[in-house]
């Protein structure tokens, strides 16, 4: 009896033993918790490079529409010299133009919008009538098809507005809107609210000029063209929501516009400037680099930078210039 209860003991206490040998513990999977960790800590690069990488798919001129599934907003500032010509491609591959350039960069203009495959505008944008801003109208209306075209009620007697006038009044299909503010359009997921003019009547061509906030997501520019500070209050005024992540500086950087009150306002975080090189008005002007600059906006200048590129995916902001 004895014998058997001794047996019995040594039994248990070499399960005892084997049992406390092993880790029974809760486990914890370092590996995940590093690779979560990581996953936090480059986030936001992470996004960023995909943005990039798209950006890049945007650049071939041959991708079709089913290729990228994530489709970004793409506005190009294009180098045309001394004046303005803005392309906007949507998400959903609609084009938008917003002015055109002087007559002299008419091939390099033309030959940009080609490259981009451009067939067909949904809206087109001629903030005021300045041949700076509409040069090649006419070449545009005659090379590519035109849905709609916005316009303000400003006139001039120039040439170059008066061909403007006589080519719309040739194609019938094209519906011409008078610009105002308050006006607002919709080319799938990008919002276009319409700010200025406010007025019926102005004393200086440009304070004609359309301003519009475009909107895709959580991403936002200004259009200004070249409204001046007269503008600027008018719009702070009525308490429009200014804020936006890109600033198309007014008037090619001119110290008529961009006031710091309006810096303030729209709080941008890049100011675009389209000018050309060397110009003889002196654009653009010291006083208004300055403001820029102290309102902590990176400045990104077609003169030095040649055609400026900017790609959204609705959160982030990917900007590349051609030089």
């Given at each position: 009896m004895?014998?058997?209860l001794l047996a019995f003991?040594?039994?248990f206490i070499l399960i005892f033993s084997f049992a406390a040998s092993c880790d029974f513990a809760p486990t914890v999977d370092v590996g995940s918790q590093a690779s979560s960790a990581a996953e936090s800590r480059t986030a936001s690069?992470?996004?960023?490079s995909a943005i990039s990488s798209q950006a890049g798919a945007h650049v071939s001129s041959e991708e079709s529409a089913?290729?990228?599934e994530s489709r970004l907003l793409v506005v190009s500032f294009i180098d045309v010299g001394q004046g303005d010509g803005i392309l906007i491609r949507t998400p959903d591959d609609k084009f938008i133009l917003v002015d055109c350039g002087p007559a002299e960069a008419e091939k390099s203009f033309i030959a940009f919008l080609k490259s981009q495959n451009v067939r067909e505008f949904e809206y087109v944008f001629f903030t005021h009538p300045h041949a700076d801003h509409i040069g090649n109208a006419v070449k545009v209306l005659q090379e590519f098809k035109v849905k709609n075209v916005y316009m303000p009620d400003a006139a001039t007697t120039t040439k170059t507005f008066t061909n403007l006038l006589n080519e719309l009044d040739?194609?019938?299909?094209i519906k011409i809107t008078q610009a105002k503010a308050g006006q607002k359009i919709t080319v799938g997921e990008v919002n276009i609210d319409i700010l200025s003019p406010s007025k019926d009547k102005y004393g200086d061509l440009n304070e004609y000029s359309i301003v519009f906030k475009l909107t895709y997501k959580e991403n936002s520019i200004l259009f200004t063209g070249d409204a001046y500070i007269k503008n600027e209050k008018e719009m702070i005024a009525?308490?429009?929501d200014l804020k936006a992540d890109i600033l198309k500086v007014g008037h090619h950087g001119s110290d008529s516009s961009t006031s710091t009150e309006f810096l303030n306002a729209v709080q941008p975080?890049?100011?675009v400037i389209s000018c050309g090189l060397d110009n003889s008005f002196g654009h653009p002007h010291k006083s208004t680099l300055e403001r820029i600059a102290s309102a902590g906006a990176k400045i990104?200048?077609?003169?030095?930078d040649g055609t400026i590129t900017l790609y959204a995916n609705g959160v982030e902001i990917v900007i590349k210039s051609e030089k």
């Amino acid at each position: 009896m004895n014998k058997r209860l001794l047996a019995f003991l040594l039994v248990f206490i070499l399960i005892f033993s084997f049992a406390a040998s092993c880790d029974f513990a809760p486990t914890v999977d370092v590996g995940s918790q590093a690779s979560s960790a990581a996953e936090s800590r480059t986030a936001s690069s992470a996004a960023s490079s995909a943005i990039s990488s798209q950006a890049g798919a945007h650049v071939s001129s041959e991708e079709s529409a089913s290729e990228n599934e994530s489709r970004l907003l793409v506005v190009s500032f294009i180098d045309v010299g001394q004046g303005d010509g803005i392309l906007i491609r949507t998400p959903d591959d609609k084009f938008i133009l917003v002015d055109c350039g002087p007559a002299e960069a008419e091939k390099s203009f033309i030959a940009f919008l080609k490259s981009q495959n451009v067939r067909e505008f949904e809206y087109v944008f001629f903030t005021h009538p300045h041949a700076d801003h509409i040069g090649n109208a006419v070449k545009v209306l005659q090379e590519f098809k035109v849905k709609n075209v916005y316009m303000p009620d400003a006139a001039t007697t120039t040439k170059t507005f008066t061909n403007l006038l006589n080519e719309l009044d040739k194609q019938k299909d094209i519906k011409i809107t008078q610009a105002k503010a308050g006006q607002k359009i919709t080319v799938g997921e990008v919002n276009i609210d319409i700010l200025s003019p406010s007025k019926d009547k102005y004393g200086d061509l440009n304070e004609y000029s359309i301003v519009f906030k475009l909107t895709y997501k959580e991403n936002s520019i200004l259009f200004t063209g070249d409204a001046y500070i007269k503008n600027e209050k008018e719009m702070i005024a009525a308490s429009y929501d200014l804020k936006a992540d890109i600033l198309k500086v007014g008037h090619h950087g001119s110290d008529s516009s961009t006031s710091t009150e309006f810096l303030n306002a729209v709080q941008p975080k890049y100011a675009v400037i389209s000018c050309g090189l060397d110009n003889s008005f002196g654009h653009p002007h010291k006083s208004t680099l300055e403001r820029i600059a102290s309102a902590g906006a990176k400045i990104y200048r077609t003169d030095n930078d040649g055609t400026i590129t900017l790609y959204a995916n609705g959160v982030e902001i990917v900007i590349k210039s051609e030089k």
